[in-house]
């Protein structure tokens, strides 16, 4: 299962990218697509256009890293975003590393606010 920070957020950039682009490219991209800083410490998500590779670019203290995992069969299969919307949750994104498929999956509904009051 995918451990992360709470205060790490995921963005996607929507656009498929060249997986030969690095650090600086992919970098531009994450300002100019998804408008977020790459400095910030979040997960910027790149995939290609056939969608069997992602990349994921995020800054670690003092220098860019980039994790990048190559399916052997398959595809990743991103949850449908609005054009406006770039970013998903962090179970999200480890349920897209495990396999899972979100157009046949779905939320359950969970807590819906507190009952009233005498009821």
Same mark, same amino acid.
């Given at each position: 299962?995918?451990?992360? @920070?709470?205060?790490?957020?995921? %963005?996607?950039?929507?656009?498929?990218?060249?997986?030969?682009?690095?650090?600086?490219?992919? !970098?531009?991209?994450? $300002?100019?697509?998804?408008?977020? $800083?790459?400095?910030?410490?979040?997960?910027?998500?790149?995939?290609?256009?056939?969608?069997?590779? =992602?990349? =994921?670019?995020?800054? $670690?203290?003092?220098?860019?890293?980039?994790?990048?995992?190559?399916? +052997? +069969?398959?595809?990743? /299969?991103?949850?449908?975003?609005?054009?406006?919307?770039?970013?998903?949750?962090?179970?999200?994104?480890?349920?897209?590393?495990?396999?899972?498929? %979100?157009?046949? !999956? /779905?939320? /359950?509904? /969970?807590?819906?606010?507190? @009952? +009233?009051?005498?009821?």
């Amino acid at each position: 299962m995918l451990s992360l @920070p709470p205060a790490v957020r995921v %963005f996607c950039c929507t656009n498929p990218a060249d997986m030969r682009l690095s650090f600086d490219r992919l !970098a531009h991209m994450a $300002d100019a697509l998804v408008r977020r $800083d790459p400095l910030s410490g979040h997960l910027f998500l790149f995939r290609n256009k056939s969608g069997d590779k =992602i990349k =994921i670019l995020y800054w $670690d203290r003092d220098g860019y890293a980039i994790w990048y995992k190559r399916l +052997e +069969e398959g595809t990743f /299969r991103f949850p449908t975003l609005r054009s406006d919307e770039v970013e998903i949750e962090t179970w999200q994104l480890a349920a897209l590393l495990g396999g899972i498929d %979100f157009s046949s !999956a /779905r939320r /359950r509904r /969970r807590f819906d606010g507190l @009952p +009233e009051a005498g009821k």
